[in-house]
């Protein structure tokens, strides 16, 4: 069963505009993955942030994790055209020797010029 | 130019006949992953390879095989087996097997899988 689950399924903004995408799971986790995935193409890891942790930046990036809520919450600042991809959490969470991630069902951005 | 190939990039089989699937890595990694994608999902886990030799069923092995005797390489069938084949497929690799959950994995371009 998916773990994460992401929300919007879409969202479209100007470019310029924050955009936010929330992703809950069920269980409790290790760590949670977010991946970047251009249309066709193969994922691109973004960021990582640990159970342990609640906020992470990268660049125009912003991570948070409430593990209390089981949801994280990706922020992309200053969007841009090319910003334009579906996004998706990965979550993680150790137990009987499985290394598995298992990934939400993404929320598809669109960055309009 | 380091990364992960996967070749053809589109690949049309008749329905009853297997397929390969390739994926090559210059990476020096030792693990190895197989997902697939269907239109507005998420990747699900086909099969995962530790080391040489070696690989483990993942969530939806069934209909698929793959081998394991290079490094490098990691190929996937899709055996006349597997009830709905056409998606998409991703190949991924990390340093290790831990390191692939606990920091991240390196997905491949994908291979467009379509049976007629």
């Known amino acids: 069963s998916q773990q994460g689950e992401e929300d919007p399924q879409a969202l479209s903004i100007q470019e310029g505009e924050n955009a936010t995408m929330n992703c809950s799971y069920k269980?409790?986790?290790?760590?949670l993955q977010w991946y970047r995935q251009n249309s066709g193409r193969g994922l691109v890891h973004l960021i990582l942030?640990?159970?342990?942790?609640r906020e992470k930046h990268s660049g125009r990036l912003r991570v948070t994790l409430d593990t209390s809520k089981k949801s994280s919450s990706l922020l992309i600042t200053a969007s841009r055209a090319a910003d334009t991809a579906s996004y998706f959490c990965?979550?993680?969470?150790?137990?009987?020797?499985?290394?598995?991630?298992?990934f939400g069902k993404g929320t598809k951005l669109s960055v309009i010029p | 130019d380091g990364g992960i190939t996967q070749s053809p990039k589109y690949l049309f089989r008749k329905e009853g006949q297997n397929v390969t699937l390739s994926c090559e890595q210059n990476?020096?990694?030792?693990?190895m992953y197989w997902y697939r994608q269907d239109p507005g999902q998420g990747l699900r886990l086909i099969y995962y390879?530790?080391?040489?030799?070696?690989?483990q069923k993942g969530d939806i092995a069934e209909g698929y095989s793959v081998s394991r005797e290079k490094k490098e390489s990691f190929p996937l069938t899709v055996t006349s087996a597997q009830k709905n084949p056409t998606a998409f497929y991703l190949c991924?690799?990390?340093?290790?097997?831990?390191?692939?959950?606990?920091?991240?994995?390196?997905f491949g371009p994908g291979t467009r899988l379509t049976v007629l």
């Open positions: 990476l020096n990694h030792d693990a």
């Open positions: 942030i640990r159970s342990n942790e």
């Open positions: 990965a979550t993680f969470k150790a137990g009987a020797g499985s290394y598995q991630l298992t």
């Open positions: 390879s530790q080391i040489v030799n070696d690989f």
């Open positions: 269980t409790s986790i290790n760590n």
């Open positions: 991924a690799s990390s340093p290790d097997y831990a390191s692939g959950v606990l920091n991240e994995q390196f």
